[in-house]
Nanobody, 121 residues
Framework: QVQLVESGGGSVQAGGSLRLSCAVS????????MGWFRQAPGKEREGVAA???????TYADSVKGRFTISKDNAKNTLYLQMNSLKPEDTAMYYC???????????????WGQGTQVTVSS
């Protein structure tokens, strides 16, 4: 059984940083993409970043230069380092696994339950 469990969300002031983690079990993710998505109230879920290896990452334009996606295969954990946070980054953040293309669209097979990020101005 595949499980993805996010952690690391919280409340922070604009300009601050947070690091999200996604602990993965039951899934070998070296050959397909994993990603981070977010969804604000009343808005559609949007792709934030995706990774298959440290040499192959993709970011939404809105987070380029501020967010960094990474993964530690030995720890079976996916990360999202978020710097220079803005109020518009406020959302529920989800990790997802198992996709081979269109990696910033929500067609992933496995999803976590989400962790809330709130950025105040």
């Amino acid at each position: 059984q595949v499980q993805l469990v996010e952690s690391g969300g919280g409340s922070v002031q604009a300009g601050g940083s947070l690091r999200l983690s996604c602990a993965v079990s039951g899934y070998t993710y070296s050959a397909t993409y994993m990603g981070w998505f977010r969804q604000a109230p009343g808005k559609e879920r949007e792709g934030v970043a995706a990774i298959i290896s440290s040499f192959d990452t993709t970011y939404a334009d809105s987070v380029k230069g501020r967010f960094t996606i990474s993964k530690d295969n030995a720890k079976n954990t996916l990360y999202l380092q978020m710097n220079s946070l803005k109020p518009e980054d406020t959302a529920m953040y989800y990790c997802a696994a198992d996709r081979v293309d269109w990696v910033l669209t929500p067609g992933y097979k496995y999803w976590g339950q989400g962790t809330q990020v709130t950025v105040s101005s």
